[in-house]
Nanobody, 123 residues
Framework: QVQLVESGGGLVQAGGSLRLSCVAS????????MGWFRQAPGKEREFVAA????????YYADAVKGRFTISRDVAKSTLYLQMNNLKPEDTAVYYC????????????????WGQGTQVTVSS
């Protein structure tokens, strides 16, 4: 059974930091592009960050560039999202996802999704 399981969400004050993790199991994702998306209440799910299978190429939404860092540990089958200088507008459910397609920012290109982890940033 293919699974992506996120963890690390929580409540943090504005300016604080969180690190999200996503553990993959059920098959090898080592050659997949991995990404993070988020969905705030009443809004559509949106792209946050993505990383190539080798970790060489990374992609970020403008809203998080310079504050968030995506990384992966292939040996541990784990994807990370380090989030610094968090803002109230970062409040959302964060999802990790895996894709075999060459469209890192395209939600429709991702084949596997986790269940999400809630991030709440208070002002």
């Amino acid at each position: 059974q293919v699974q992506l399981v996120e963890s690390g969400g929580g409540l943090v004050q504005a300016g604080g930091s969180l690190r999200l993790s996503c553990v993959a199991s059920g098959r090898s994702f080592n050659r997949d592009r991995m990404g993070w998306f988020r969905q705030a209440p009443g809004k559509e799910r949106e792209f946050v960050a993505a990383i190539s299978w080798g970790g060489i190429n990374t992609y970020y939404a403008d809203a998080v560039k310079g504050r968030f860092t995506i990384s992966r540990d292939v040996a541990k089958s784990t994807l990370y999202l380090q989030m610094n200088n968090l803002k109230p507008e970062d409040t959302a459910v964060y999802y990790c996802a895996a894709s075999t397609k060459l469209a890192p920012r395209d939600l429709e290109a991702y084949d596997y999704w986790g269940q999400g982890t809630q991030v709440t940033v208070s002002s």
